[in-house]
């Protein structure tokens, strides 16, 4: 007897198999279409929640009055310098305690130890930077020409600029999505102004549409990707405007990034390498920001 699966005749327009027609029980009418979740969750649907994760923020940020944003990017695995000593320290125990632990297995932990520390520093200086940034933006007269830190409403570098918003008594942004792997908005985000996307593609949008300036802290692939999207709408001119970029950290950007090989091999211009600046001071990012800010139109 052949095993061999016979097979079906598709129909022309199948109904999705999951998608439930059937009327509620108890009601004598199926709900109306933007009242039906069965239909507003499934995938013919998409496109209506793209437009949700469009319309939505759009419509909380003008009730807030929001306009303008400074973006901070940077690692998630990021703590501040206590919190990395702290976890330092139980390395280090962990070590001592362990005298049979192979060498490799103690290299790795030690290098693990000198990470935390090493990106501890960057931490505290979002933390002081978006305090920096804040308390000058609340000095502006009018608050529709005020400048808002927003982050991607993580832990980490995000926490740490939502943080410093916070301590100077501002309101601060966090565009955050949903993963599998990450706690959700940081507790340092104004709540009304804490959004959590699904889609990826709408929350970039989000980053860019109101950012007046952007700063980049030590990051992996996250921060890598931001960066360089936006480096390719501005050489590209899909953003006319003038948009200061800020790398953060000489040490992280001209260790994991060579730019000047980028020039050297004929793939970008002399020019491109204007489109960002390498910073290692707090005082000097803020001044610099401060006076492209003023310049803007916005102002």
């Not at 793209?50 to 003008?62: F, G, K, M, N, T």
């Not at 501005?234 to 200061?244: D, S």
């Not at 091999?265 to 204007?274: A, K, N």
Request: hydrophobic share 35%; aromatic share 12%; net charge neutral.
């Amino acid at each position: 007897m052949s095993t061999k699966k016979s097979k079906k005749t598709p129909e022309a327009h199948p109904a999705p198999a999951h998608t439930d027609t059937s009327v509620p029980k108890g009601e004598k009418w199926p709900p109306k279409a933007y009242n039906n979740t069965q239909f507003l969750f499934s995938p013919e649907a998409r496109s209506l929640r793209v437009q949700c994760e469009l319309e939505e923020p759009a419509y909380r940020l003008r009730n807030m009055g929001v306009r303008n944003t400074i973006v901070f990017f940077g690692s998630a695995r990021s703590v501040n310098s206590k919190d990395a000593a702290v976890k330092a320290k139980a390395i280090e125990h962990e070590i001592k305690t362990n005298p049979g632990m192979p060498d490799r297995e103690k290299e790795a932990l030690l290098r693990k130890a000198g990470a935390i520390q090493k990106l501890a520093k960057y931490y505290d200086a979002a933390d002081e930077l978006a305090y920096e940034m804040t308390k000058w933006s609340a000095s502006i007269q009018y608050p529709h020409k005020r400048f808002y830190v927003c982050s991607g409403g993580g832990p980490g570098m995000m926490e740490a600029a939502n943080r410093g918003a916070q301590r100077a008594g501002g309101r601060s942004l966090g565009l955050g999505i949903s993963l599998p792997f990450e706690q959700g908005i940081n507790e340092y985000v104004t709540p009304e102004l804490a959004f959590e996307f699904h889609y990826f593609f709408v929350r970039k949008y989000w980053f860019l549409y109101l950012a007046k300036a952007l700063i980049l802290f030590p990051g992996g692939f996250g921060t890598m990707d931001e960066f360089f999207e936006i480096l390719t709408l501005i050489q590209t001119q899909k953003v006319k405007r003038k948009l200061p970029i800020i790398l953060f950290g000489s040490e992280f950007w001209r260790d994991v990034l060579h730019f000047e090989s980028f020039e050297r091999w004929g793939v970008i211009s002399p020019e491109d390498l204007e489109l960002f600046k390498i910073s290692d001071s707090i005082e000097e990012t803020r001044d610099y920001l401060i006076g492209e800010l003023d310049q803007s139109e916005q102002m």
